[in-house]
């Protein structure tokens, strides 16, 4: 079946500090991957996405490269801001299974002064 | 501004109570979701209507009643829950459920507590 697992956080890191969030996932297919954003009160974001191997998704500093062959979509940011604060989704989508979702449990980020 | 809304945004709510949670979508999209977010663990997709057919019930208990009158609006009407039903509701819609590569897009979701 399909599935996305993340790292567990949550992950605290200093300002300017260089961030990689984990993400491998399983599927039937041949699915889109997505990073989702969730600021505190909102609800998520699309943050950035690839649709094929080897394809970079890349929005506000972040990028994600998608790897077929070790079935990854790591999430990394090289200089972190107080403002980057907030929950990470790792999601696929999968045309195998109708194109439906399937979300990572999420990684809280807090970036401190 | 995603584009979709979602009222209440907070609701607090006995075992016995009957209520309505709604979200609208103002992005001419043609899909629409409920998931369900709760501390821990995945987003739970719900339901899925695309064209205001149902075509995804993911084995959702029957106190939860979903309602898509038109491709902008859907409801889930709740009755009789339980505590462990407390959590955030989130409405999304994409312009389709055919290609894979479509984004979804979500309200900020609704907090509800079950006493």
């Known amino acids: 079946g399909n599935s996305v697992t993340q790292m567990e956080g949550p992950v605290t890191l200093s300002e300017e500090a260089f961030l990689t969030i984990n993400c491998t996932y399983t599927?039937?297919?041949?699915?889109?991957l997505f990073w989702y954003v969730q600021y505190p009160g909102e609800g998520l974001q699309l943050l950035l996405k690839?649709?094929?191997?080897?394809d970079k998704g890349s929005n506000k500093g972040f990028e994600a490269t998608y790897r077929k062959e070790t079935t990854s979509f790591h999430l990394e940011k090289g200089s972190v801001q107080v403002s980057d604060s907030a929950v990470y989704f790792c999601?696929?989508?999968?045309?195998?299974?109708?194109?439906?979702?399937?979300f990572g449990t999420g990684t809280s980020l807090t970036v401190i002064p | 501004e995603t584009g979709v809304t979602q009222t209440p945004r907070h609701l607090v709510m006995g075992m016995t109570n009957k209520k309505s949670l709604k979200c609208e979508q103002h992005?001419?999209?043609?899909?629409m979701y409920w998931y369900k977010q709760s501390a821990k663990k995945p987003l739970e997709l719900m339901f899925v209507?695309?064209?205001?057919?149902?075509?995804e019930n993911n084995s959702v208990p029957s106190r939860f009643s979903p309602e898509c009158p038109n491709s902008s609006h859907l409801f889930l009407h709740l009755h009789t829950l339980q505590p462990e039903d407390s959590a955030l509701y989130l409405c999304?819609?994409?312009?389709?459920?055919?290609?894979?590569?479509?984004?979804?897009?979500f309200g900020p979701g609704t907090r509800l507590t079950v006493l």
């Open positions: 999304a819609s994409s312009q389709g459920i055919l290609v894979a590569t479509d984004t979804q897009y």
């Open positions: 599927a039937t297919g041949y699915p889109s």
């Open positions: 690839a649709t094929k191997a080897d």
């Open positions: 999601a696929l989508s999968d045309p195998g299974t109708g194109n439906q979702f399937y």
């Open positions: 992005l001419g999209h043609n899909a």
């Open positions: 209507y695309n064209f205001k057919e149902q075509t």
